[in-house]
């Protein structure tokens, strides 16, 4: 086997009630799918349909990342680790998926997710079908699947995205059309890596006679103008220059950057693009609800106690170094936290305001994804080593990551542990923040992370255009 805020935030907040990103309230949690079932248990899990076939040594061939910071992308381990209780998941899953096929898993591991796209992407077009499936990002995915390079799982036999073993919020959430071409589960962890969280220096919220964040979560009160009113309490300028300056005495509030845009509209239950009934995605951010939201998110991103974006290295590290009370950071960055000196504590990224009915979870865009060639007819086979990996992942992958690692090894106590299971309960997903880069042309991502913009304004200069163009390359996707 290949084996910041001075004041509180001046919006309008209360009186604005918000829907959530998705369908359904919060029930079980965990990071299995949306709250609907809780994928550690032993009653009520889901069983595959597969044929009970035997390849006799056959190859199956995949694309897959190497390990990132932000995230654990790699699939193909072919030596047992003495400190990597992930990758020795990861063998041990893999070596029983290929004794119950009689296969061998060979994983070309890439260089940076740029060149997972560029590899997959050629293979497609030359007809080559040198891999069977493709372990890339969303954010690359989603550029493949436009350019035509993607084959829907509705074409793949024997696999059943219904199963608790696949992410049902990616399925639900980033269909095209009413078609699924990418989606994640339990056959991997990348797509678990890259949730968004905010961390909290636990000294400092002593030191400033601060109410727990776990206390204010658990109590429906942990909201935006919370959080800034307790990142104004801690901030400090040091030397008195009203300027804040990184890697100096200066003690920010709060430490994020870009992707904290979408996980702010995310956090009051918008998303930029919807899904219809009928299936077809539209643009949802020319609406007075969003113009509110968004308003108020760039009053926290301009805030001069507010690290963004100029130096994301500093941003990343605030918390180890103990610069600042609040980081926003994708769950990844646990295993690094943790290697620190500060206590530091895990909060779901706060509701924009207490009607929101759930924390909604934002998605960065270097989450995890399987995909297959367009091209590739090996459909029964793919489907049916996909199905098992994702089948046997949930009970030899999954528990070793969350509970024992994650959970157990990395989050400092017990309310952090709990808080994890709020992120994970429901993952918002919004193709707007997500369909980004080459070949996007109509992203509002690109569009609304620019320095004051006037989300309404920019509407009406170029949101319908973005629409149109969104349209029409789906309906050039659908219809070729």
Not at 164 to 181: F, I, P, R
Not at 227 to 249: F, L, R, W
Request: net charge negative; charged share 25%; with cysteine.
């Amino acid at each position: 086997m290949k084996r910041f805020l001075c004041l509180l935030l001046i919006i309008a907040m209360v009186g604005i009630p918000m829907v959530a990103c998705g369908p359904g309230d919060d029930g079980p949690v965990g990071p299995g799918g949306d709250g609907t079932q809780a994928p550690n248990t032993e009653e009520g899990k889901d069983t595959p349909n597969l044929p009970d076939k035997k390849y006799g040594g056959m190859e199956f061939n995949f694309l897959t990342d190497k390990a990132q910071k932000w995230g654990y992308y790699p699939l193909d381990v072919d030596e047992i680790s003495e400190d990597d209780a992930y990758a020795n998941a990861i063998h041990e899953r893999n070596g029983l998926v290929e004794d119950r096929l009689e296969i061998e898993l060979v994983g070309m591991q890439c260089d940076g997710s740029g060149d997972v796209k560029s590899k997959f992407d050629t293979d497609v077009t030359t007809n080559a079908n040198n891999f069977q499936a493709c372990f890339g990002t969303v954010e690359m995915t989603l550029q493949s699947t436009y350019a035509g390079n993607t084959l829907p799982f509705s074409e793949i036999q024997y696999i059943n995205l219904e199963n608790d073993y696949w992410n049902q919020d990616c399925y639900e959430q980033l269909k095209l059309g009413g078609e699924s071409y990418m989606n994640s589960g339990d056959i991997m962890l990348s797509d678990k890596e890259v949730l968004w969280a905010v961390y909290f220096i636990k000294s400092r919220i002593a030191q400033a006679s601060l109410e727990s964040p776990y206390d204010l979560v658990n109590n429906n009160q942990w909201t935006w103008d919370k959080m800034m009113e307790m990142a104004a309490a801690v901030a400090e300028d040091v030397d008195a220059s009203d300027t804040m300056v990184i890697n100096t005495s200066d003690i920010f509030g709060l430490c994020t950057h870009p992707e904290n845009i979408p996980a702010s509209w995310e956090s009051a239950g918008l998303k930029t693009v919807q899904i219809g009934e009928d299936g077809m995605p539209y643009m949802a951010w020319g609406e007075d609800e969003f113009y509110t939201v968004y308003e108020g998110l760039k009053e926290i991103m301009n805030n001069k106690m507010v690290v963004s974006p100029k130096d994301i290295d500093f941003i990343s590290t605030a918390i180890t170094k103990n610069k600042t009370l609040f980081g926003t950071e994708v769950i990844a960055f646990v295993r690094s936290y943790r290697e620190s000196e500060n206590e530091f504590g895990i909060v779901p990224y706060p509701k924009y305001n207490s009607n929101v009915s759930r924390f909604n979870s934002y998605v960065a865009i270097n989450s995890g994804v399987v995909s297959v060639g367009y091209t590739n007819p090996e459909t029964e086979y793919i489907g049916i080593v996909l199905e098992t990996m994702a089948w046997l992942g949930r009970d030899h992958l999954l528990p070793e990551y969350y509970d024992k690692q994650l959970k157990g090894r990395y989050a400092s106590d017990r309310e952090s542990a709990a808080m994890l299971d709020i992120i994970f309960n429901y993952r918002c997903y919004d193709i707007g923040a997500l369909a980004k880069g080459d070949g996007i042309q109509w992203s509002p991502f690109n569009i609304l992370v620019a320095d004051n913009v006037n989300s309404a304004s920019k509407w009406a200069s170029s949101g319908m255009k973005a629409e149109g163009l969104m349209l029409d390359a789906l309906a050039k996707l659908l219809n070729r």
